[in-house]
């Protein structure tokens, strides 16, 4: 497991090529090192002519190669390049693909819209953080306008809006000012294909709804609003009383008004229009700018990769021998057989999403299995100090093939197993670690509490964990038979050390839609 990679993404898209360069210590800790764009604007003779033109494809490979020798100088190891909405529609995407491969050494692909959408949803989510969850994410480019219509995280209604800045500037034939009748008919055109794609309008009032993209950005400096939740707003009561001024200028006077660049500077009326409109249908006041995108949506899956196993665990005969002896130890103590094998599936469930988080080695994973087995053996001796008397059996039982360190550890990680007891120098089994089996045991025991959280109840209701990573915090989406509310407050409450050990907030919600 390398301490650290540099990764890289690329967005091709409508109005401008992008790339960013990153350092990645794990699935979370993630550094930005450096952004650099080219206005290529591969949208403008696509949207008429449905082709790149000669000119653009030669641009396109003068990006490429430089963007390919920037990575090359970061030493970027993995990457991600991507192209959007006018990429889709040329005829000759396939030809342009090839061309930035034997040009450029850069495998380009092409996505879909949907792809695109999540990965900026994934991106917002991530930056706006457990404490404040959108209803609404809009992502305005040069081709298209993607809004996602959430609930408690999850997609409830999509659209994906042919209206992009520069499509509508080209078909509409509006590089310059805007007359009062092409603002009306920019107006028309988006509203029309709101009342097509999102006909069960959605009222969010006073939700939180996010633009991202540059053309959002750029308007938040012409009409800021206050800041929420420590992210900078558009206001668009504010936009509403500028848009003439906007409007009315030629593209020169813009850039040198708002100090902006030609190609955002000759598109800003039109995506002013756009998102006043998209204001007004949706009954929103403001729009948290966020300062994501797609790019970050691709470092933070580029980042959670290069931290996470590439192959499924196998178990060595030791490994197989170990959980025979303890089952049977556990099998003569009279423990709670489906209690304990559920909290141990929960904790590898775990334990793998989590890889990219913990840094484990996988010969830890069988310890962690071994642990959650013999979690409540303590019930033997007395309900009372479970745990203690635990930690006594593991260290002192019968259990074949469990031997040292390894001993050890299971025996902490039983102690350690629910709240009532944190890790200490003074207790037997944890006193005899050295450090670095010490931090391995932490950690074992950060996840075994959840794990045994989530089935509280010991009804075996939750079925699955699905993990998330976002800026500071790692999200459980919990699949359950029926109402596990009891089991996830529970969880929720034994995440402290979980929390303290990697430094991230955990938050839970469960696929249905309860949230805590």
Do not use: W
Request: positive net charge; proline residues 4%; charged residues 25%.
């Amino acid at each position: 497991m390398p301490e650290l990679v540099h990764i890289a993404a690329i967005d091709a898209g409508s109005n401008a090529v992008r790339l960013s360069v990153a350092r990645a210590y794990s699935a979370l800790d993630i550094e930005p090192l450096h952004n650099e764009r080219y206005s290529l604007r591969l949208g403008e003779g696509v949207f008429v002519r449905h082709r790149f033109s000669e000119e653009i494809l030669k641009k396109s490979v003068k990006a490429f190669r430089h963007f390919r020798e920037v990575m090359d100088e970061f030493g970027v190891t993995q990457y991600r390049a991507v192209a959007t909405s006018a990429s889709r529609e040329a005829r000759n995407r396939h030809a342009f693909v090839r061309l930035i491969k034997k040009k450029c050494g850069i495998a380009l692909e092409v996505i879909s819209s949907a792809e695109e959408s999540r990965l900026g949803r994934e991106a917002a989510l991530a930056a706006l953080g457990p404490e404040s969850p959108p209803r609404c994410i809009a992502d305005l480019g040069g081709g298209s306008l993607e809004i996602n219509i959430l609930r408690d995280r999850l997609v409830e209604q999509s659209a994906q809006l042919p209206v992009g800045t520069v499509r509508l500037m080209t078909t509409l034939n509006i590089p310059g000012v805007v007359g009062p009748t092409q603002a009306e008919q920019v107006r028309r055109y988006v509203r029309a294909l709101l009342e097509s794609r999102l006909p069960s309008r959605p009222n969010l009032g006073e939700s939180i709804a996010v633009a991202l993209g540059g053309n959002a950005e750029t308007l938040m400096n012409v009409a800021p609003g206050p800041r929420q939740h420590g992210v900078p707003t558009l206001q668009l009561s504010l936009l509403r009383d500028r848009l003439g001024d906007i409007l009315k200028r030629d593209v020169r006077e813009r850039m040198k008004a708002y100090g902006v660049r030609r190609d955002r500077a000759d598109v800003m009326a039109i995506a002013a229009i756009t998102f006043l409109t998209l204001g007004r249908y949706l009954n929103l006041r403001t729009l948290s700018i966020p300062g994501v995108g797609l790019r970050e949506g691709l470092i933070q899956e580029i980042a959670r990769e290069a931290f996470s196993r590439k192959e499924p665990h196998r178990y060595t005969a030791a490994a197989r021998q170990l959980l025979v002896g303890t089952r049977s130890f556990a099998r003569r103590l009279e423990y709670d057989q489906r209690h304990a094998e559920h909290v141990r599936e929960l904790s590898i469930m775990l334990f793998d999403s989590l890889q990219p988080v913990h840094h484990l080695p996988s010969d830890s994973r069988v310890l962690l299995e071994a642990g959650a087995l013999l979690h409540d053996v303590g019930h033997t001796i007395s309900h009372r100090g479970h745990h203690k008397h635990g930690e006594y059996l593991a260290l002192h039982g019968d259990i074949p093939a469990l031997e040292g360190r390894q001993r050890a550890v299971v025996a902490a990680l039983v102690r350690y197993h629910n709240r009532k007891s944190d890790p200490a120098g003074h207790h037997t089994a944890f006193s005899s670690l050295n450090n670095s089996d010490k931090r391995t045991t932490r950690r074992l025991a950060a996840i075994l509490r959840i794990a045994e959280g989530l089935d509280h109840s010991h009804r075996q209701r939750v079925t699955h964990v699905n993990v998330s990573f976002q800026r500071g915090a790692v999200g459980l989406q919990i699949s359950a038979r029926g109402d596990a509310a009891e089991d996830l407050r529970d969880a929720n409450r034994s995440a402290e050390l979980f929390e303290k050990e990697f430094h991230v907030r955990l938050f839970f919600r469960q696929s249905a839609g309860i949230r805590l």
